[in-house]
């Protein structure tokens, strides 16, 4: 957020003791919506003024422009997108905009993370979700559960009895600098016996010989690389991941930076410069019989 002064403001109120006779000159407030991936204008995004009840629409290229402003400061908000029911806010930023008369206060770029993805509601229960999902092992489908934490459909993972993780590729296209979020739960039957390797891994920049890993297990979440067949642990981190109790976990890659959080909790952000290609995700159960997801998305 940022904050400018506003100087000495004009005495046009009727009601102020210097009032000068003048009628107040308004104002401008222009900026950019960009996504923080691709780092390119965002389309159809609403803004609005916070007081007041001016708004506008961002271009093709995410430019606005809000026209006759009275002087004053302003918190700028992104209000919604108009793209479709898919088409939704991960987060909202905001900028303070103090305007002077006859002036153009410029906010510059506005970051605005958007996602796109599955809420498994109006799959049928057995079936996969459509689009391009892909199981190379284990078996995986909808079905029904009431605890879910929006909707009462949820994805699940089954690891064949013959042997040890499934695994399933998510449709998101190849990308070099995205993220993904989603709800996940570990079972809680008392029957479940879990050992070191009980984990989810969401492979990130997928392209079969290289990519990077975020492993949650009981005991916390790790980072690691993998290429050309060797895995490299680049950072762990200790978090109480409870079973039966669903957690959400959130990853970003940007550039040469990887962001990830569970359950809101931001973990050391790390840099890493060596898989420089661009991938897809893969979604991996290891050890684990069943295992829960709702709401995966990704962030574009």
Known sequence: MLFLG????????ILDPDYDGEEPKNGYIVGQIISPYSEMGIENVVVYTVPGTFTAV????????LENI???GYTLMIADTLSGMQDFLWRKDSV????????????GQMSLVRSTGWDFEEVSVGEMPSGGWLATSGEWG?????SAPSGSRVFRANIDTSDTMASIIIPTGNWGSYGMAMWFRFPSDTIVTYSPESSITLSMKNNIISFYTITV????VSLGRSNLGTLQVIANNPFDV??????SLEVSIIGDYIFYNIDGHDFPVVFDD???????????ISRIRTTFYDDIMKLY
């Open 274 to 284: 060596q898989l420089r290609g661009e991938g897809g995700t893969t979604l991996t």
């Open 142 to 146: 909808v079905e029904n559960q009431p």
């Open 58 to 65: 961002t271009d093709d290229n995410g430019d606005f422009l």
């Open 242 to 247: 409870r079973p039966g109790q669903w957690h």
């Open 96 to 107: 303070f905009a103090s305007v002077t008369p006859l002036d153009t206060f410029d906010c």
């Open 6 to 13: 506003c100087g000495d403001a004009p005495h046009s109120n």
């Open 70 to 72: 009275p002087p004053g």
């Open 217 to 220: 297990a009981l005991n916390g």
